[in-house]
C-alpha cells in the first residue's frame, strides 16, 4: 500500500507501509524519483534523476509539510479506535504477536 499524501506540481508525495520503521516519504514524478527520511532532521536516502534545484525544490516542500507527513505517517500505522499500534515487526511477524482483547463494560 502506498497512500498519496500530497501533490504539487509534477511531484507526487507517498509512502510505502511496509518498507521501514523510519519515517519517510518517496517522492515521484516524471523527472525521477527520490526518498527522505525525517525524523530528526531532513535527509535525502536516495535521489534517480533529480538535479539540485529539484532536488532543493523538494526538500523545501518537505519542510513547509512536515507536520502534515508525519500525521498521516502515524494516523496510517495507528488506528486509536481499535487501540493498534502498527510496527514494521509486527507487520513482518505477525505470528510472534498474539491477538489479545479486553472486554470493557
Do not use: C
Not at 481499535?82 to 504477536?97: A, G, K, S
Request: net charge negative.
Amino acid at each position: 500500500m502506498s497512500p498519496t499524501i500530497y501533490r504539487e506540481k509534477s511531484y507526487r508525495f507517498f509512502f510505502f507501509s511496509r518498507e521501514e520503521p523510519r519515517i519517510h516519504i518517496h517522492i515521484v514524478s516524471g523527472k525521477g524519483e527520490a526518498k527522505f527520511w525525517f525524523e530528526s532532521r531532513i535527509e535525502m536516502a536516495r535521489n534517480q534523476g533529480y538535479n539540485l534545484l529539484q532536488l532543493h525544490e523538494i526538500a523545501t516542500l518537505i519542510e513547509e509539510h512536515n507536520n502534515e507527513f508525519i500525521d498521516a505517517w502515524k494516523h496510517h500505522f495507528y488506528w486509536p479506535d481499535i487501540d493498534v499500534d502498527l510496527t514494521q515487526e509486527i507487520i513482518e511477524n505477525p505470528e510472534i504477536f498474539p491477538l489479545k482483547t479486553a472486554v470493557t463494560e
